[in-house]
């Protein structure tokens, strides 16, 4: 994980890596595959129909600025969140009534990996976990730091070796904005139905021009509603 914390969200499997002592970190079992992954639970999920849902999001971005920041006293070399834009501070990352938030992904804890040639990461729409996600959502996307900055930059932070040596790894962010020139007419639109609100996003690691060979994507999760889906209390 990206973390000092367990990603109880990331479905670990026989022969994945554990979580890592920071200072000894040892791979576990025989694998060491790249996942593209967020260590921080609550950051898979932008929920804007719940208001507990959006506070254990914001709580998570939060969470995730504070490690950064922590790991930036403590060691040069780590990644700082100054790189994210709009998205490295939870004030404008995530606002609710603005329909906009942020997802981010970086790769988990491989002592010792190096990509072989650049690093970066490619995110897009897709049918999801129950194979009705909408491809077109009506939502805008942004990948913070760019695909050509990522490109540049991302590999200097490998190979990792602990936090305690190498400090925390990068991560990209994606904005997620809800479009209101596409979105507003799917009010009035009989075309558009409540299946469609499904929404998830996916995100994997490349390196050159082709996906890490072997690696797992990241999928998250957009949940939101229509005038015509709210249902009375």
Sequence with gaps: DLSSGINAEWPLRPGMLMTL???????????NRPTAAIGFKGLYKMDFKSTEGWKSYRTAIENMTDAYAEAGKNNSKSYSMDNLGDCAAVEDAAIRNLTWGCFYVGLNRMVGWEPEKDLYFKCEFVKGKTGKGNVEPPFTTEMIPSEAVQKATFKSYYPWLSKAKSGLQPVAAIRVKFNNETGNPLVSSSDFTEEHLNTFYECAA?????KIEDSRSAMFEIIYTLPQFEKDD
């Excluded at 002592?21 to 694998?31: A, F, H, S, W, Y």
């Design 206 to 210: 490349y390196s050159g021009d082709e």
């Design 21 to 31: 002592d920071e200072n000894q970190p040892t791979v576990m079992g025989r694998t």
